[in-house]
Structures are given as C-alpha cells and as structure tokens.
C-alpha cells in the first residue's frame, strides 16, 4: 500500500534562515510520482513539483530545491533564506502508475511559521 | 487561464440534509478527482472521473456519496443525509491527460461544509 509520511507536524523558523521538510514514502509499484504541495491561510493547494521515480535529479527553483532520494525513499524539500510569505501547510503526495486513477495520497503536512 | 473553480465556498447545513457541491474544472482537462480534507483524516481522495465515467469511487466513505459528471466538464458530488461527522472541506482537482504519465493536479478553492 502507498503511504507518505512527514514526521514534522509543526516548524517555527526566524526570517532568512534555511529549512528542509521531511518526506517519506513507501510503495510497491516501480513507477510513481512524488509531489509537493502549498497550502496557504487562503486554503487552496498550489502545486510546487512533480518528480517521476525515474528521474533523480535534484532540482533547484529559486529559494525552493527538492532532494529526491530512492535509496532511502525521501523526497525532501528546502527553503533557503526563508520569508514571511513562506508561511503555510505543505504536503508531500505520491501517486502510482499502477493505481489507474492516478489519485493522490498525501502525507499529514507540515505546518511551517516564518517569524519576522 | 482560468482555474478550478468550486461552489459554493461555504455551506451550512442541518444533519439529515442533503447537499451539492459544484465543481468546474479548468477547460480541456479530461481528468477529475474530488478529494475531502478534515482536521482527522488529513487529505482523502474520494473519486476520479476521466470524461463522464468514474473508473475509481473507491475513496466514497459511504452510499450517501455520490458524484456525477456531465459533457466531460461539470461535475457535481452530493451527500445525501448528512452527518456530522461530513464536516470538512470538499477539494475538487482537474489534470490534463498527457504522454508522460502522471499529470500534474490544479486544485480549486475548495468548498467548506458545516453540519449542524
């Protein structure tokens, strides 16, 4: 069965410093999607990457990168130099090739705080 | 574009009542997923729809769920004789099916339903 978790419930930070949220996952199928999610105070999910298994590759957008690791079924994700407007819930989710439906299932989420 | 749009944004109702809920994918996307987001459950998928047909309802908690889709577009999910315990907010997500697997999910902005 598909399963992600994030151990993280809840992360305070200060302004400007770096802050990685944890993502772990656990499935069966050899191909699958990782994603990762942003759930503001506004409500609505905004999506920040996909990442297929067949691709490694760590990836780098702005102040945003993703660590992709198969070998210990992680798919972190890191702020550099956080902001305020960082501020929100984010979830990890897998979907598998296998599942047909192509649904998502998510990890709890972290709740991150990004303090002035 | 235009995104996912979802109505109402709010609904109250009375345990016992029935309710629906709109969603509107964005133009062109085949796929459609209904998800339920409560303070308890996390994130839960519900059901997915590719055109009309709705291949997987596997994540429907109950008989008193059910969803329809029309000329590939609208789709509607009603909950018949509310409980409780249906308190949550109802997400509806669209993708465009593609050639490289898994699409991505844009979500809309959700519908918050409250049983009395």
Redesign the interface.
Known sequence: AQKVTQAQTEISVVEKEDVTLDCVYETRDTTYYLFWYKQPPSGELVFLIRRNSFDEQNEISGRYSWNFQKSTSSFNFTITASQVVDSAVYFCALSEARSGSEKLVFGKGTKLTVNP | GAGVSQSPSNKVTEKGKDVELRCDPISGHT?L?W?RQSLGQ????LI?FQGNSA??KS?LPSDRFSAERTGGSVSTLTIQRTQQEDSA?Y?C?S?HPGL???????????TRLLVL
Not at chain 2, 42 to 45: D, I, T, W
Not at chain 2, 101 to 108: P, S, V
Request: hydrophobic content about 30%; charged content about 10%; aromatic content about 24%.
């Open positions: 796929a997923y998800y996390g994130l839960e998928f997915y291949p997987d994540g907010v997400l997500a993708s490289a697997g898994q699409e991505t999910q844009y979500f809309g902005p959700g």
